[in-house]
């Protein structure tokens, strides 16, 4: 990978930075900001560095202009994917722990891959290290990673390649996954094949491996050693297992050729940017929570959190509340209490925005709740029209609601998408609580 080095006046004001940009390379890639020192102070990673650091010509974050009056040197790493670019810049960032990657982002907002113990060990998330997911504490954490929509992707086209198991129990028969080339199969049946579960716990491990090796910036020599496997099984006439090797050594190389995987987060999140100078935000809206609640006419009323990161759900930080209160039905009461027990746990990371389905009432209700706790955080609403669709967005300040029409296609889209997973996930909780009342079955408490 060359890297191209520009040297950089003692103080490197914004026009020197806008002359840096237009030599800049217009692919994936690593930038790197070093102070008069020699020591890198923050580093970054792009589908373009030539447009990211465009960005930064515009920014009014007075963190990142610090960062930019205090460099005296900037550097570029050009890499071949922008799978490469997330991973080089993981293993950059662990080894330097530049000032300005923790000061513009809470080290909790990181992301970790979780690899659990085992025969058939499991892969997670998780924004700190040492968190327990499932009753089970990983033994290998890899990371951090910046960008979790892109790694999510790039362990969804990993995992195609070199399967592995999310079961959360045994079953009796083969599991969706297993049909459909995601999983091994054997690693989550009840009464397995014992010579079948032998030869799984192989492949297992050596995917888990392979996975391993990529996320930490070996692939070239696990490429090598799964084209030396292939070479041999094709010398010892194993000609199954030399093709198979053969598959996966190419779409390997086909997925660390598909730019488009980073390249349609930062294009989410340059239009996130957009809903950010709306809003007069100074953090970039990275994580955002919706709201809902659901009842008929007060019975086994239920509300919902729903969590997107990125622009994608992530059901690891879904909550499903049972209203406690009497009084209902009361939209407001219920989205105060909802708020109130979800803010009882600083445990959960705080969003960047909090999008409330309802009108200019429910925004107020939020906003008062969120003082009374001491806490500040940025909150808007989605108001329906006569056919209960999103119309307006209603803003904190401002007199009058806002079309949803006004705003970018990527932000109408994602805010209708927030809203809409939080009412589906707050009716299916409803329809469970009724369901069970209507068998004569007690409800489960929450």
């Not at 997670?124 to 954490?141: C, D, S, V």
């Not at 362990?155 to 198991?165: D, G, M, T, V």
């Not at 070479?231 to 030399?242: G, L, P, Q, S, V």
């Not at 939209?331 to 999008?355: G, Q, S, V």
Request: proline share 4%; glycine share 6%.
């Amino acid at each position: 990978m060359p890297e191209l080095l520009y040297n950089i006046d003692l103080i490197m004001d914004y026009s020197t930075l806008k002359n840096t940009v237009r030599t800049a390379p217009d692919g994936p890639g690593i930038y790197i900001y070093t102070d008069e020192t020699g020591r890198d102070i923050y580093i970054g990673k792009a589908a373009s560095i030539k447009k990211r650091l465009k960005s930064y010509l515009k920014t009014e974050d007075s963190r990142i202009r610090q960062m930019i009056e205090r460099a005296k040197e900037l550097r570029f790493i050009q890499t071949e994917s922008d799978i490469e670019a997330l991973i080089l810049e993981s293993q950059l960032i662990k080894q330097k722990r530049p000032d300005f990657n923790i000061m513009l982002r809470d080290d909790k907002q990181y992301f970790y891959v979780a690899i659990t113990a085992g025969n058939f060990p499991r892969l997670f998330l998780t924004h700190q290290p040492n968190t327990e997911r499932h009753g089970t504490i990983a033994k290998e954490y890899i990371g951090p990673f910046t960008d979790g929509a892109a790694l999510k992707a790039t362990l969804k086209y990993l995992r195609s390649i070199f399967p592995y198991c999310t079961c959360k129990q045994l079953h009796n028969n083969f599991c969706l996954n297993y049909h459909i080339g995601k999983c091994i199969g054997y690693c989550c049946l009840k009464n397995p094949d014992l010579t079948e579960l032998t030869k799984a716990k192989k492949i297992y491990a050596e995917n888990i491996k392979a996975i391993r090796d990529i996320l930490n910036g070996r692939k070239v020599s696990l490429l090598k050693e799964l084209k030396a496997t292939m070479e041999h099984a094709a010398r010892t006439d194993d000609f199954d297992a030399a093709i198979g090797l053969r598959s996966r050594i190419g779409r390997l190389e086909r997925v660390f050729e598909n730019a488009r995987i980073i390249k349609n987060s930062e294009v989410l999140r340059s239009h996130r940017s957009e809903l950010q100078s709306l809003l007069k935000l100074r953090k970039p809206i990275i994580r955002i929570e919706g709201y809902d609640t659901s009842n008929i006419q007060g019975s086994h009323a239920t509300g919902s959190m729903v969590t997107f990161i990125d622009g994608e759900p992530d059901k690891n930080y879904y909550r499903k509340f049972k209203i406690r209160i009497k009084r209902t039905p009361d939209d407001t009461a219920m989205l105060r209490e909802i708020l109130e027990r979800r803010l009882n746990h600083p445990e959960w990371p705080f969003p960047d925005l909090i999008l409330i389905d309802g009108g200019k009432s429910q925004v107020n209700t939020a906003l008062k709740t969120l003082k009374a706790m001491s806490i500040k955080l940025p909150v808007i609403g989605i108001a329906k029209n006569e056919h209960h669709k999103g119309r307006y967005l209603i803003i904190p300040g401002r007199k009058l609601p806002l079309l949803l029409d006004k705003l970018s296609p990527a932000d109408k889209n994602l805010l209708l998408a927030i809203d809409g997973e939080a009412h589906r996930f707050a009716i299916s909780y409803y329809r469970r609580l009724h369901g069970r009342s209507l068998r004569g079955s007690p409800a489960l408490k929450f």
